[in-house]
Each structure stands twice: as structure tokens, then as C-alpha cells.
């Protein structure tokens, strides 16, 4: 009995298909939910009103270069985040996740109160560039849930959080932010002609997002747990006081129970481990006596000895020596570029479909010359269009809780995204079109592309996630990796809106209102090439892992 206890401890592979799966951190995941709502709050609550407040800055009194200027407010915030977010990818390696995290909030809470006050363009894009260079948080929050989640049977559930709560987050953001952007012309008996509303009009939903943002940076001070293998056993003195006033509460007294450090360092044990099969095992962990995993000492000693394994691990942890050609093997670059080329195509139609919706009819239009040349707006104001970006929210939200996990699980993500690549372009060649439509089947128009742009990004984004996250040599090399991958995906959300403002106007100009559109398909066609290239790294198929997966189910 002894002796098999001691094969069945030594065996990783015995050890891992035997023991049952660890359960899902749904704690944890919910406080990095509360600290995800507070961006596309942020984000995404600019788009109902950017047409208008470029009016008000009185820049130009051509109407056609309105969508230019608001393109470049859009990408402010994106090229400045692509500047530093390799930077605060390297740093989340270095100092951990979660300071990196609440510096990202902190910065958005500022940038959205300067943006708030912004009397013209000038101080708008400084504050759009502040959010932007503060914030590092869309590399580190995949860095951070990749680390909390190291079972592939939990990879569709939890890559599909996220963007449950950014969908939360579009639906709040959009509504709060066409309701309250001018509140003395909206609500004149609340808000007085004159008053503080009135010369910055645009104040009020940025107080609102403030706050919001205000409300996360609390709740991961106090308790959100770092997740780097190297630094969770740590101290962290805002945890233990968000543990102690659960303590206090007689329902959340078991939430505040610690996790013991033996629990911890099992974790580092796993974090340690490729997430992929090599050929070559990385040094410090050739043998099975030598490795972690093996020590007599995690089974036989207690507390005391905790430090020693732990200066063990950190050990094995600086032995690793990943370099770059390590760390950027073709997989994880091919997934990197795939990401961006998405993340530009699907950027440009998250700014540029706003100002589709605000841009009034022309009135003196072009003649129409099928299938190219054509001209015209919907002309919806604030309002309208705040209430339609939360509509697609809402729907998008169904789609992230309901629809994503079992296509993802069924189909498997390599394959989900291939599908998806394949088709994406088309949706851009028929958005222009919309205006041609009769007037009473334009809004059934609308409310069809957004369900066809919400269905497929809502597919591609985690798919891509997943992929990118076991393409990774190393868990330890995840910050890096997602820090790349955050910076190129900034880079062409910038570039995005700055080029689609610029030919949406020069289409206005010319009588060809689709042509930033269709440019945006020949991007999505460039993505379907990249994205047709991506190879599991493992070497086994979806089918494989899916079969897998429902074994160890079972």
C-alpha cells in the first residue's frame, strides 16, 4: 500500500489523469469581472455622443471631416496604449498582476474625469492618450485569467466571461452615455441653462464612469488574489483586509476562509509546467527527482518548510531562461498577428458605425450608380443611437452566455476561427448598403448586421484567446506574450478609426459612402489568410482535445 502511494505520487502522468478536476475559481473570476465592467464603461460610453462634442469643438464647419476628428479621439487612447502595453506585459512579470491591473484602472478613472472637462480637441485627445498609457490591462487580464484557468475543460467557460461582462459594460456605457451627454438640452427643469452642465456638456456620464471605475479599483485592492507563480504567496495587505471585513459578514464568512499554502504552492507547481508538450524539456526540470512535483518534502513536511520549496520553485523559475525565440515560436506570432488584423477590422466598425448612424442625409446627394457610387446617413441623434449600441450589448450578452461556450466546445476554437475568418469579410460589403434600403426596413437592416458583427467577434475573440494562451511555451511567459500581442492589437485599433475616419470622409467627398468599408474587407480577407495558417501547436486536432476533454469528464 505504501509503495503505491509513493508510485502514484510520483507519476505525473498517473498523478494528473486520476485525480478529479479542480474546481472552477468562480470567486475570483467574479472579482475580475468587476474589475473588467469598469473599461467598456468607460470605452464605449463615448461613441453615442464623440459626433456631437467634435460639433461643439467647433474644429471645422464641414460636416463630412467630423467622422476624421472623431476617428482620431478614438485612437488616442489605442496608440497610446500600444506604446507601453509590452511595457506593463514585462512589468506583470515582474512585480505581478495585480498592481499592474489597478494601475489600469486608476489611469482610466483619470483619463475619463480630464476627458469629461475637456473644453476642446486638444485636452480631449491628451486625456484619451493618458487612459491609454496607464492602462495596460487588456494583455494582463488574459495573462491573469490564463493563470487561473489550467484546465482545457474550463477554457470555454471562462474565456467567455470577459466578454460577457465587456457586453454588460456596452450596454451600460452607450446608454448612460447618450442619456447624460447634454443634459441641459435633454433635461433643461434638472439642469439649468448656465450651470457647470451646461459649459462642459459632456461632464456628467464621465463622473458616472468615474465612479464606476472608482467601484473596481476597491474591489480588487481588496480582493482580488495575484495569480503570478512567483509572487502569490506573498503578503498582500488589501486582501487580508477585504478577508477581514468578510469575516464580519455572517453570510461571507466562508469567502474569507484562506486557501492553505500548501493549495498555493501546488498551483506554482502547475504554473511551473509548459502548457504544450516539447521535445526538450526546459532546464531545471529534466528529472523526476529533481522536479517539484516529486519532493518527498510537500508530501512529509508542514508549514515551516513552505519557504524552502518556495526558494525551490523560485529557483527552477530563474533556471527557465526562455528567450525570444523560445517564447515567439511561429504559432504564438501567427496568433498575434491574427488578433490584430481582428482587432483593426472590428475596432474600425465599432467606431465607424456610430457615425454611420449620425451622419445626416446629404442635401444635395450624388446621382446613385450601382453597385460603388452612392451617398447617405441615417441623421439618428444621441439618443437613438446610445439605445441601439446597448441593444447590441444586451444581444451580445445572450450570445457570450449561451451560444459561444458549446459552438466553442463542439467545434473546438482552431476550427471556430478558421469558420469565422472565412466569412468575416462579407459582413463590411453589405453594411453600406443599409442606406439604400426603404425607409421601412432600414432599422431590420441595422438590427441584422449588428447581430451578424456581435455572433462572429463574440466567437473570434476567445477562440483567438485560447489559442494564443496554449500556444505559450511557458504559463511564466504568458505576461509577455499577451503584453505583444495587447500592443499589436492597440496599434491597429489605432490605426483603425484614424484610417476609416479619413476615407469615410473622402467617400462622403466623392459619392462612394462604403469606401472605408470595403477597405475594412479587404483587412478582414488579409486576416482569413493569417488566420488559415494558425496550426495547433500540440500537434493533435480539435476533435482530439474534444475527445479528450469528454473523457476526463467522464
Given amino acids: 500500500m505504501r509503495n503505491d502511494s509513493f508510485v502514484r505520487t510520483t507519476s505525473p502522468s498517473m498523478d494528473h489523469s486520476s485525480r478529479p478536476l479542480p474546481p472552477f475559481p468562480r470567486r475570483q473570476m467574479l472579482v475580475l469581472a468587476i474589475c473588467r465592467i469598469c473599461e467598456p464603461i468607460a470605452f464605449m460610453g463615448i461613441f453615442p455622443y464623440i459626433y456631437f462634442m467634435i460639433e ?34 514585462r512589468l506583470s512579470d515582474r512585480i505581478g498582476r495585480k498592481p499592474v ?3 489600469g484602472l486608476i489611469g482610466t478613472a483619470l483619463s475619463v474625469l480630464i476627458f469629461g472637462f475637456a473644453p476642446n480637441l486638444t485636452v480631449a485627445l491628451m486625456a484619451r492618450a493618458i487612459g491609454g498609457l496607464l492602462n495596460g490591462n487588456m494583455g494582463v487580464l488574459q495573462t491573469t485569467v490564463a493563470e487561473l484557468i489550467t484546465v482545457k475543460a474550463h477554457q470555454p467557460r471562462a ?18 452615455g447618450g442619456a447624460l451627454a447634454r443634459p441641459c438640452i435633454s433635461y433643461p427643469s434638472i439642469f439649468p441653462a448656465g450651470s457647470i452642465w451646461d459649459k462642459y456638456p459632456y461632464l456628467l456620464p464621465n463622473l458616472f464612469s468615474a465612479f464606476i471605475v472608482l467601484i473596481g479599483v476597491v474591489n480588487g485592492i481588496l480582493f ?38 500548501k493549495s498555493k504552492l501546488a498551483e506554482i507547481d502547475d504554473d511551473l509546467q509548459p502548457l504544450i508538450d516539447h521535445d526538450e524539456q526546459l532546464p531545471g526540470y529534466r528529472t523526476k527527482e529533481n522536479s517539484p512535483q516529486n519532493s518527498p518534502r510537500l508530501i512529509a513536511t508542514s508549514g515551516p518548510s513552505i ?25 504564438v506570432v501567427l496568433n498575434i498577428v491574427s488578433f490584430g488584423i481582428l482587432a483593426f477590422h472590428t475596432m474600425t466598425f465599432d467606431q465607424l458605425f456610430p457615425v454611420f448612424l449620425s451622419t445626416t ?57 478558421r469558420f469565422l475568418v472565412i466569412i468575416y469579410f462579407a459582413l463590411y460589403l453589405i453594411t453600406p448598403y443599409l442606406v439604400l434600403l426603404p425607409e421601412d426596413y432600414r432599422m431590420v437592416g441595422v438590427g441584422l448586421v449588428l ?41 491597429c485599433r489605432a490605426f483603425g478609426p484614424t484610417i476609416s475616419g479619413i476615407l469615410y470622409a473622402v467617400g462622403l467627398q466623392t459619392g462612394y459612402s462604403g469606401l472605408a468599408w470595403w477597405c475594412s474587407a479587404l483587412v478582414a480577407i488579409g486576416g482569413a489568410v493569417v488566420g488559415l495558417q494558425i496550426q495547433d501547436p ?15 469528464a467522464s
Fill in 224 to 261: 482580488l488574489e495575484e495569480t503570478h507563480a512567483g509572487k502569490k504567496l506573498k503578503p498582500d495587505r488589501g486582501l487580508e483586509l477585504g478577508n477581514w471585513i468578510l469575516s464580519a459578514l455572517p453570510n461571507f464568512r466562508k469567502c474569507a476562509e484562506p486557501r492553505d499554502e
Fill in 361 to 417: 442625409p446629404p442635401e444635395h446627394p450624388k446621382p446613385v450608380s450601382l453597385p460603388f457610387q452612392f451617398v447617405g446617413g441615417f441623421g439618428l441623434d444621441s439618443k437613438t443611437v446610445g439605445i441601439i449600441l446597448s441593444a447590441q450589448g444586451a444581444y451580445q450578452l445572450v450570445v457570450n452566455m449561451f451560444l459561444v461556450p458549446p459552438v466553442l466546445k463542439r467545434m473546438g476554437p482552431r476550427r471556430l476561427f
Fill in 56 to 89: 461643439d469643438f467647433n474644429i471645422t464647419d464641414d460636416k463630412n471631416q467630423i467622422s476624421f476628428y472623431a476617428g482620431m479621439v478614438t485612437s488616442a487612447f489605442t496608440f497610446a496604449e500600444f506604446s507601453t502595453g509590452l511595457l506593463w506585459g
Fill in 307 to 331: 519557504s524552502q520549496d518556495t526558494l525551490d520553485l523560485e529557483r527552477g523559475r530563474q533556471d527557465l531562461g526562455l528567450g525570444i525565440s523560445r517564447i515567439f515560436t511561429r504559432p
Fill in 101 to 103: 491591473l489597478l494601475t
Fill in 159 to 176: 474565456y467567455t466571461i470577459m466578454p460577457v461582462v465587456w457586453c454588460l459594460g456596452s450596454i451600460v456605457g452607450p446608454m448612460i
Fill in 538 to 552: 500540440s500537434g493533435n486536432s480539435d476533435d482530439n482535445a474534444n475527445r479528450d476533454d469528454d473523457a476526463g
Fill in 451 to 491: 447581430v451578424w458583427k456581435c455572433t462572429f467577434s463574440s466567437m473570434a475573440y476567445p477562440s483567438n484567446a485560447i489559442m494564443t494562451a496554449d500556444s505559450a511555451p511557458s504559463h511564466l511567459a504568458l505576461g509577455t506574450i499577451n503584453g505583444v500581442a495587447a500592443s499589436t492589437a492597440s496599434l
